[in-house]
């Protein structure tokens, strides 16, 4: 059985991907910082602090597949208000994590990254759409930098050494076990928590008009999984993305739809929002590894819904 080793495994997507993996032929570890989650999905669970050497190098041991997953992450309220939350321990950690992969020689190192540092865009960007002579929106600036290091250093390790890299550029991810009824809670869990308390009115934060790219963390996982078995090259970026976006307000009144509400949608233009359109391109993912996603948005909202419903 190959060891794999999920860094942030008690985090939403940590948590689904120990659940994806136990139930294949891989020997999980996984890593959280404070609290063990309730379901463990039969992973040997380890404690440990990713910024920290001491802790690094005692956690990665024997794995031959890293997915680092451990990150400070938040909602658009954290990523207007207190854009340095994201910069310094996600920098560390993953310094750290990826030169030590390599000194322990581990087989493949996937590092989770993300599509911030995409422009505003109607069409769909490809991984070779990123300009980085582009200024980037204010609100993603910092996070998006700190990424896009991390990519290249993921790059100028696999170039030195026999560790296989990936580095995924998703979209926003949603499904069961992620925050929900939670002040950091993502968007699509926040308005399902809205949504359920919601009779007369639900207010949405900004003007509704921003279209991002929802892709159910099921599909995520496995591509995941078809990239741990088929990437042959050292180093590759990759886009996991649905492959189309929808706007705030459209994805609202699915959920309305869904869980059979009557209430109005109401938009405080007040209040935190990040007004650009992020499209994501996923033919490489889909030509490389023969990947595409299997639930609809409608779908997976669904799913979520009454995940939900049966955990809160």
């Known amino acids: 059985m190959k060891k794999i080793l999920v860094c942030g495994g008690s985090g939403f997507i940590g948590l689904n991907l120990v659940k994806f993996f136990s139930n294949k032929n891989y020997k999980v570890t996984a890593t959280y ?34 997915i680092q997953c451990a990150a400070v992450t938040s909602g658009a309220k954290d990523i207007v208000s207190n854009p340095f939350l994201f910069i310094g321990d996600n920098v560390v950690m993953n310094s750290l994590l990826i030169k030590e992969a390599v000194l322990k020689k581990s087989k493949h190192f996937i590092f989770l990254s993300c599509s911030v540092m995409y422009h505003h865009s109607n069409k769909k960007l490809k991984e070779t759409d990123y300009n980085p002579r582009k200024k980037l929106h204010k609100f993603y600036e910092g996070m998006a930098l700190t990424k896009v290091y991390i990519e290249n250093i993921c790059r100028f390790y696999a170039e030195r050494s026999k560790t296989k890299f990936s580095a995924i550029r998703h979209t926003n991810i949603y499904g069961p076990n992620d925050k929900f009824e939670n002040v950091n809670s993502h ?12 009779t007369k009115k639900l207010t949405v934060w900004g003007n509704g008009k921003e279209k991002r790219d929802f ?21 590759e970026l990759i886009n996991v993305s649905y492959g189309k976006i929808f706007s705030v307000n459209a994805v609202v009144k699915k959920i309305k739809l869904i869980m059979k509400k009557s209430f109005k949608i109401s938009f405080d233009k007040r209040k935190p929002s990040i007004k650009i359109n992020i499209s994501v391109d996923n033919s490489k993912m ?13 779908e997976g909202i669904k799913k979520t819904i009454s995940w939900y419903r049966a955990n809160y």
């Open 187 to 198: 968007f699509m869990s926040a308005a399902i928590s809205k949504a359920k308390n919601s």
């Open 33 to 66: 910082k404070e609290r063990k989650p309730k379901e463990t999905y039969g992973a040997s669970w380890v404690k440990a602090d990713l910024t920290t050497l001491k802790d690094v190098k005692r956690v990665l041991k024997n794995h031959s597949i890293v």
């Open 286 to 298: 889909k030509k490389m590894y023969g990947w595409k996603p299997e639930n609809s948005i409608n």
């Open 215 to 235: 892709l159910y963390i099921e599909d995520f996982c496995t591509a995941i999984h078809k990239i741990i078995v088929k990437q042959k090259s050292a180093f």
